[in-house]
């Protein structure tokens, strides 16, 4: 069975500090995909990252970077100088094989940026 | 904004009533999930449609029923309704291609239940 696990329940933060999500995964397969969305208060999942399980590579995006390490089955998050709008839910989540896109998604970090 | 739109976005039930929930997917996506996230939680897979028929299952029982149309939209059903289904139910669409979806998953914004 796929399970992912975000510790980290809520976590604040003063803006223009850096925050790192942390995500550990277990699955069977090993073909898989990984991802991260944000859900702010509006409810609705905004996809951030999907990575490849063959794909080791770490990837930024602006403010934005995730470490992919496969040996310890994690896909950590890292948001650069935070900023109020990146207060929201953010949720790691990990699909079968195949990229059928159905996903196992962890209980999610709180992230509250204080100004 | 994603493209997928889902209605209604509240509704408040009655323990044993029905709803039906609906989705329409994002322009040229042809397959349709389901989600439903407690609160507090991370979303719970309830299944998934691809060409009108049911194409993964998570563990929910049989009363969650759904449908898919031509068109690529899709409702959700659910029976016999219990204080516990009150959620948010959220819609994601993507498209496939010779069994693959090819990249991500757009979700809607949701309808929340309250169950009575």
């Known amino acids: 069975a796929q399970k992912v696990t975000q510790a980290q329940t809520e976590i604040s933060v003063v803006e223009k500090e850096d925050v790192t999500l942390d995500c550990v995964y277990e699955?069977?397969?090993?073909?898989?995909?990984l991802f991260w969305y944000k859900q702010p208060p509006s409810g609705e999942l905004v996809f951030l990252i999907r990575?490849?399980?063959?794909?080791?590579q770490n990837e930024i995006s602006g403010r934005y970077s995730w470490n992919f390490q496969k040996s310890t089955s994690s896909f950590n998050f890292t948001i650069t100088a935070s900023q109020v709008v990146d207060s929201a839910v953010y949720f790691c989540?990990?699909?079968?094989?195949?990229?059928?896109?159905?996903?196992?998604f962890g209980k999610g970090n709180q992230v509250v940026v204080i100004p | 904004e994603t493209g997928v739109t889902q209605s209604p976005t509240h509704l408040i039930k009655t323990r044993g009533q029905q709803v039906t929930l609906r989705c329409s997917s994002q322009?040229?996506?042809?397959?349709v999930s389901w989600y439903q996230q407690a609160l507090g939680q991370g979303p719970q897979f309830i299944f998934q449609?691809?060409?009108?028929?049911?194409?993964g299952r998570g563990n929910f029982p049989p009363r969650f029923s759904g449908l898919q149309f031509p068109n690529y939209s899709s409702e959700l059903n659910v029976n016999a309704l219990e204080l516990d289904d009150s959620a948010l139910y959220l819609c994601?669409?993507?498209?496939?291609?010779?069994?693959?979806?090819?990249?991500?998953?757009?979700f809607g914004e949701g309808s929340r239940l309250t169950v009575l």
């Open positions: 699955t069977r397969d090993t073909t898989y995909y």
């Open positions: 989540a990990l699909s079968e094989p195949y990229g059928n896109n159905r996903l196992a």
């Open positions: 990575r490849n399980s063959f794909d080791e």
């Open positions: 994601a669409s993507s498209f496939r291609v010779s069994g693959a979806d090819t990249g991500e998953l757009f």
């Open positions: 322009s040229g996506h042809n397959t």
């Open positions: 449609y691809y060409r009108e028929e049911e194409n």
